[in-house]
C-alpha cells in the first residue's frame, strides 16, 4: 500500500457537499485538504448542456448506474437509481431545480433532534449566504454568492395552459418556490447560467482549486476508513490501479451521499453488526441506522395526449426540429436544449387535513415509456406528481466488502396504507387540473395510467406500475438526539461513538425535505463545515484565564473564525 501523505482534512465525495466542504475548509491557508472522488472531472459537453441530462442518467461515465432491488411496491420491478458519479455529483445530472422545501421541513429537523440550529430561522441565513439569486437580494433571498439562481430560458403554450387549469382547480398562482410555503404552481427557478448548467463544481470547486492546500483526486475509489482506538484515522482509496493510504490529522468527513457514505461506513466496521458479519468485516462501532430510514420521492409519472398544440415530442422526432433547436442554443442558449427536465412546478394538498402541500409536480411538454425511451411520436404531456412525506422506509446494505459492489438498495415503496392512499389521491388530482376548461381546446385523452382505472385499490396497484424514483434519496445516517438508538450522527454531524468522523450530506436528513434536495444538500454542507472550524478552534484554543479574561476576547475569537470561513 502506497502514503499519500497526511492532511488535516479528508473529503470523501466530490459532489454536491465535497464541493462546499471544500471551498469552506481550504479558505484558511493553514489547513490542508484532500478531496477523493470516485468518478472524473466535470468536463464533457453534456454535462453542461441542459438537456444532456439525457446522457448523462445512465452513462456510467457520470453516474454509478445503481438499480434497486426488485420492489414489492412496484409490483416486482427493479428500477435505475441515478448517482452522480464526477465531480459536482448529482449537480452534474439533476434537473438543476432550485428548492429548499418548506419552513416546517426544517423546524420539523429542530424538533426531532432537539437543536434548534437547523430550524428555519437558523437555516435560511446559510441559504441565502450562498446564493446569487436572479432577482437581487431581499429577506429571503441572497445576491453575490456562488450558487446561481436563474429564470428558466423558454416557455411552452401547453405548460401555461396547465397552469391555468390548476389555477381554476384552486391551486393559486406562486412566483416564488422558495419563501417557507411553497403552494401555488409556477415557473420551476433552475441552478443556470446563461443557459448553462450550474453545478457544485463550478460554484464552488473551480474557484478554490487555485489554493495550494487543496488537493483533488479523481477516480479514487474509497475502500475504508480506518479506525484506531476509536478514532478515524485516515482512509484507503483504489487510484490508477494501486491502493493508497492518506492519513487525517483532524478529521474524515464522508460526504458519499444518501448510498455512498453509508456503504463507506459498513465497509469501515461501523454499521449494524448482522449486515457486517455477513460480509466479513469485523464490527468496529455497532450502528445499527447506517443504510436504514431511506427515503426517496417516488414520482407517478401520469401521461395525456394532446391535439392542436405544440410539444417537444413533434420536434424531437423530426429532423429539422432538431437542426432548429441546435440553432436556438448555439445562437442564443435558449430552447430546448436549454431547459431542465421539468419547467412547470405545482405544489398542492393531496387531501383537506393535510396541512402544508404534501405533493410536487413535475410538468413536462413531452412522454416516453421509460427514462432512456425515445419520446413518443404523438403529441403528449407528463404530469409527475410525487408523495413529499412518504411514510415508506426502506433500507441501503453492502453485499460484499468489495467496494467495487453496488450496494442493495430497497427503497421499499408504497408498503404503508398512508402512501397508497396518498398515491390513489395525487392521480384523482391529476385528473380534475386536465379536466378544467384550460385544457379542453386540446383534447386531453389519459394515455396512463388509464382513465378506466378508479377506484383506490386500482389506482395504488397502478402507482406501482408507473412509479419512479426522482432521484431524492436521503436518511441513511440521520442525525438524532444523543438517546435516539436509531441515530447515525449527532446534530453537529460527527459519528456516534467515534472520533475524528463526520457525515454532511442528504444521508443526514431525519425525514426528506418537501421538494427537490440538491440545495439543501448544499446549506447542510454549509453549516458542517461551519461546525468543522468551530470545533477544530475549540480544541485549537488556549485555556481561558476567567480572573484575567479581557471582555473583547470572545468577540475577536469570533471575528477570525468568520474570516476563516
Not at 361 to 386: I, M, N
Not at 407 to 425: F, H, K, M
Not at 465 to 488: E, K, L, N, S
Request: proline letters at 6%; charged letters at 25%.
Amino acid at each position: 500500500m502506497q502514503d499519500r501523505g497526511s492532511f488535516d482534512y479528508i473529503i470523501v465525495g466530490g459532489g454536491t457537499a465535497g464541493c462546499v466542504l471544500a471551498n469552506r475548509l481550504s479558505r484558511n491557508p493553514d489547513v490542508s485538504v484532500l478531496m477523493l472522488e470516485a468518478g472524473g472531472r466535470d468536463n464533457w459537453h453534456w454535462i453542461h448542456i441542459p438537456v444532456g441530462y439525457l446522457y448523462c442518467i445512465g452513462n456510467p461515465r457520470t453516474d454509478w448506474c445503481y438499480r434497486t432491488e426488485p420492489e414489492p411496491g412496484l409490483n416486482g420491478r427493479s428500477i435505475l437509481y441515478a448517482r452522480g458519479r464526477v465531480l459536482g455529483g448529482c449537480s452534474s445530472i439533476n434537473a438543476m431545480i432550485y428548492m429548499r422545501g418548506q419552513a416546517g421541513d426544517y423546524d420539523g429537523w429542530a424538533s426531532l433532534t432537539g437543536d434548534a440550529g437547523w430550524s428555519w430561522e437558523q437555516v435560511l441565513p446559510l441559504f441565502r449566504e450562498s446564493e446569487d439569486y436572479w432577482r437581487g437580494a431581499d429577506e429571503m433571498h441572497g445576491a453575490g454568492g456562488e450558487w446561481r439562481v436563474e429564470r428558466q430560458r423558454l416557455r411552452w403554450d401547453l405548460l401555461d395552459r396547465f397552469a391555468d387549469a390548476a389555477e381554476q382547480a384552486g391551486i393559486p398562482h406562486c412566483d416564488d418556490f422558495n419563501r417557507g410555503n411553497n403552494v401555488g404552481v409556477g415557473q420551476f427557478e433552475v441552478n443556470q447560467r446563461s443557459g448553462l448548467r450550474w453545478n457544485a463544481s463550478k460554484a464552488f470547486l473551480r474557484p478554490a482549486l487555485r489554493r495550494p492546500n487543496l488537493t483533488v483526486v479523481t477516480e479514487a475509489m474509497l475502500d475504508r476508513v480506518t479506525l484506531e482506538e476509536g478514532r478515524a484515522s485516515g482512509v484507503v482509496f483504489e487510484h490508477e490501479g494501486a491502493r493508497w493510504h492518506a492519513r487525517s490529522r483532524r478529521e474524515v468527513v464522508l460526504a458519499a451521499g444518501s448510498i455512498g457514505s453509508p456503504a463507506i461506513l459498513q465497509r469501515s466496521g461501523v454499521g449494524p453488526p448482522e449486515v457486517l458479519r455477513e460480509c466479513g468485516i469485523p464490527v468496529q462501532q455497532p450502528l445499527a441506522g447506517v443504510g436504514a430510514n431511506l427515503q426517496d420521492h417516488l414520482q407517478l409519472r401520469t401521461i395525456f395526449r394532446v391535439q392542436g398544440i405544440r410539444t417537444l415530442n413533434e420536434s424531437a422526432n423530426s429532423l429539422l426540429g432538431k437542426v432548429r433547436m441546435g440553432v436556438e442554443y448555439a445562437l442564443f442558449r435558449s430552447g430546448p436544449l436549454s431547459m431542465a427536465p421539468s419547467q412547470l412546478g405545482l405544489f398542492a394538498h393531496s387531501g383537506p387535513e393535510v396541512a402544508t402541500p404534501d405533493l410536487e409536480y413535475h410538468v413536462q411538454p413531452l412522454s416516453l415509456d421509460k427514462f432512456g425511451d425515445p419520446l413518443h411520436r404523438f403529441p403528449a404531456f407528463t404530469a409527475s406528481v410525487c408523495n413529499l412525506r412518504p411514510e415508506s422506509r426502506g433500507t441501503v446494505f453492502i453485499r460484499s466488502r468489495e467496494p467495487r459492489d453496488p450496494p442493495r438498495i430497497a427503497p421499499n415503496y408504497l408498503s404503508t396504507e398512508g402512501d397508497r392512499r396518498v398515491a390513489a389521491a395525487s392521480i384523482r388530482l391529476t385528473r380534475r387540473i386536465v379536466g378544467m376548461p384550460a385544457l379542453a381546446p386540446y383534447r386531453p385523452e389519459e394515455y396512463l395510467p388509464g382513465s378506466s382505472l378508479e377506484s383506490d385499490e386500482e389506482l395504488a396497484h397502478a402507482a406501482g406500475d408507473i412509479g419512479t424514483t426522482i432521484f431524492h434519496p436521503v436518511g441513511t445516517c440521520r442525525m438524532g438526539r444523543d438517546t435516539d438508538h436509531g441515530a447515525v450522527v449527532d446534530t453537529r454531524l460527527r459519528v456516534r461513538g467515534l472520533q475524528g468522523l463526520r457525515v454532511v450530506d442528504a444521508s443526514i436528513m431525519p425525514t426528506v425535505t418537501s421538494g427537490n434536495t440538491n440545495s439543501p444538500t448544499v446549506m447542510i454542507a454549509e453549516r458542517g463545515a461551519r461546525m468543522i472550524l468551530e470545533d477544530w478552534q475549540a480544541e485549537a484554543a488556549p485555556p481561558v484565564d476567567v480572573a484575567n479574561e479581557r471582555p473583547d476576547v470572545g468577540h475577536s475569537t469570533s471575528a477570525r473564525a468568520g474570516s476563516r470561513r
